[in-house]
DNA sequence: ATCATCCCATGCGTGTTTTGATTGTCGACG
DNA sequence: CGTCGACAATCAAAACACGCATGGGATGAT
C-alpha cells in the first residue's frame, strides 16, 4: 500500500504521513494538484488523500483527472469543508470517502482501509495478522496468544503466516505445500500435515478456540468459530 | 440494486426507505438482525444499511456474519453512536462506511453509491452459492440451511458443489458421475444414486422445500419449485 | 561436535467411499 | 384387478483412503 498525501498544509500533511509509516505504510507528500499529478505518474498508488482547496487545481478537479486516468485508486477527501452540498459534490467527482477536518487519525486510519479492503487483491497489508486472541506480527515475526509469547521455527512461522493472510478459505494440502515450501508439490510427502501438527501443538493445545481445523478429505481451514 | 436496512425504529427505516425507491432503488426493511439474516439468505442484496442499537443481536456482531457469509456485500453503517471508539469497532468488523444520525439523506445517498460504485470495479465473484435457504460458501466450504449448519464429507460437498453451479438443469446420471468423480464413467455402478441419497438425508429430510428431484429415466435435477 | 530444525517413512485407528444385494415405487399390460 | 418389469431408494458390510502420531535421518547453524 502506497499513499499520495496532497495537501497544501505543511503540517497536516506530515502528520498524516508520519502516522501512516507508524502502520508500516509508505507515503508521500505533495503540496498542490500539478506536483501530485507528477508524482502519480512516477510511483503507482493505492490510495490518494486529498485536501479540496489548494491552489491552481482545486480537490475537486483533481479528483475527477485521478479518476479518469486512474481508474482503481481509492480517493479520500479530507477538508475542512463539511457541508452537505461539500460533501456530495466530492463523491460526485468520484471520491470514495469524505472525512472533515478537524479529524481524529485513527478514523482516518480506518476509513483508509475500508476503502482499499475491497479493491485489493487480499486484505490490506497489516503488520499484525490477528485472530481470536492468536496475534503474529509480521514484521518483528513475534508470535503471541492471549498474554503469552510463542516461539515458532521458520517453517512453523511460514506456515502460520500463510494460514492467517487466507482466513476462513479452506485450502488443500498441494496448495498449502506450494506456497509454503515454494515447490510444485511432490506428492508423497506429508510434510504439510506433520507442520499442522506442530503448529497445533503450539498455538492451539493450549487454548481455545481452535483455529486451525481440519476437513476431511478437502484440507485445512483457519477460522474462529468451532464445529 | 437492492438494498436492506435493518433498524429497529420504525420511522428511520421507513423514511430511508421510501427515500431510496424514489430513486428507483428496490428496498427491504428489518427491525432485527435475525429477520435480517432470513432475508439474506432469501434474496441477494447488493448493500445494507444496518443500525448498531439493535435487539438480540447488534450491528457489529451482524457485520461480521454478514461479512463471513457474504463477502461482496457493502455495508454501511448508520447509528447515533459518534465516538471514534464506535466508528472504529464498526469498520473493524467489516463496515464500508459509518454514518452517524442525525444524517443528511442525500448525504446517505451518495455515500451508498460510493461503496457501491467501489465494489463494481473488481470482478469478485460471489462465493456464495445459493438456492431457497440453502447456501454453501465455496471458499470456507460451509454449508448452511436456514440457520442449521451441515456438516458434509468431501465427496458430498462436490457434488453439492455441481449441482448447485447447474441449477435448474436436468442432469444424468453419466453427467454428474464424470464431473464429481472425474472418471469416465463405470456402468454398473450406483455411487450416484447413493450419494444423492446422501445429501438428501443432510439438505432436504428436514427441509422445505425439497431441492433434489428425481427425473425417471433420466437422472437427477436441482431446483427450488416443487413439482 | 552438538543441537535444533526440517523432512520423510511407517503404522494405526477411524471415518469415508464403494459395492452389491434388497426393498420400494410406479406404470404398462395381460 | 393383479402381475410384471424397469427403475429408484435404501441398507449394511467390505474396501479403502485419510489424517495423525511417532521415530529417525539429513541438514545446517552455533
Redesign the interface.
Known sequence: MRVLIVDDEEEVASFIKSGLEDYGIVADTAADAIIGQKMMAEKSYTSVILDINLPIINGYEFCQIIRERY??V?ILMLTALGS?EH??TG??VG???YLVKPF?F??LM??L???N???AVGPIESVVLKMADLELNVKSKEVRRGNRKLTLTARELALLEYFMKNP???MTRAEIAENVWDVSFDTGTNVVDVYVNYLRKKIDKDFSPKLIHT????GY?M?EDE?
Open positions: 481508474r482503481d481509492a452537505t460533501k456530495l463523491f460526485d471520491a470514495d470517502d481524529e485513527r478514523e480506518a476509513r482501509r475500508a476503502i479492503r475491497r479493491r476462513n478459505k479452506a476437513l476431511s478429505g478437502i481451514i477460522k464445529t
